[in-house]
């Protein structure tokens, strides 16, 4: 079973809802965009790729057709059961991103859906640390941000190739420089509701964090800066 509710995060709708407040039938009819084509042109061919935050496996499955060698991670077991389901044989592992540590090193540390941008800072910071010690020093990590005007642009939707409407509802204010974040996914036959904390942070503010974890910008991948690859600093 998954692990007790992070604090500030809620979810609401049909199946099991994990502790960030994300719903395992929701993530699994939703379908992937862009983004693989954007990770499979920033990394090697065929290169080994740790896959952070997997949920029931998005981009798990576009990625490892494209010929990346993909080891999902995720804290629900409800989430790693769908990754296996749609790419049999792969190898997941059942963790809190933050704890990780396989004693392993990988060509490609993935860390996308904003998670980045969580509330809690020693939760970011042990996220980036993680992405720091399963690299070795030629390895890149690649980071999903937030949009710049992501908490001011609300309320706002839009449609998922899945068919899904996405509403942004609100995001409000909690203190810290947080906000609590206020989803809505409507499907023809169902209805799923997410609340989460999120942290904004201005270039600067990645950058000082990736530094702080001995990461450095290497590239801005998409024009709007929301895709970027890291490598270790150069000390």
Known sequence: MSRQRRDGHTGSGPGA??????????????????????VAAAVPAHATLLELG??????TRPLAERGLVVTAVDESAEMLARVRERVPGIRT?????????????????????????????????????????????DGCVLIQREGLDWHTWVPRERVDPSGCTVRIVSAEPVGDGVDSVVCEYVFPDARWTQTFLSRPLTKEDFEGCLSAAGLAVDAYLTDDGTWVRARPERR
């Open 17 to 38: 809802i994990t502790p960030d407040g994300c719903a395992v039938d929701l993530y699994s009819r939703l379908v992937a965009g862009a983004e693989p084509d954007i």
């Open 54 to 59: 997997s949920g029931a496996g998005r981009l």
């Open 93 to 137: 592992v059942q963790s809190p991103i933050e704890t990780l540590d396989l004693e392993e090193r990988f060509d490609a540390v993935l860390l996308a859906s904003f998670l980045v941008h969580t509330g809690d800072r020693r939760v970011r910071d042990g996220l980036l640390a993680a992405c720091r010690r399963h690299i070795g020093e």
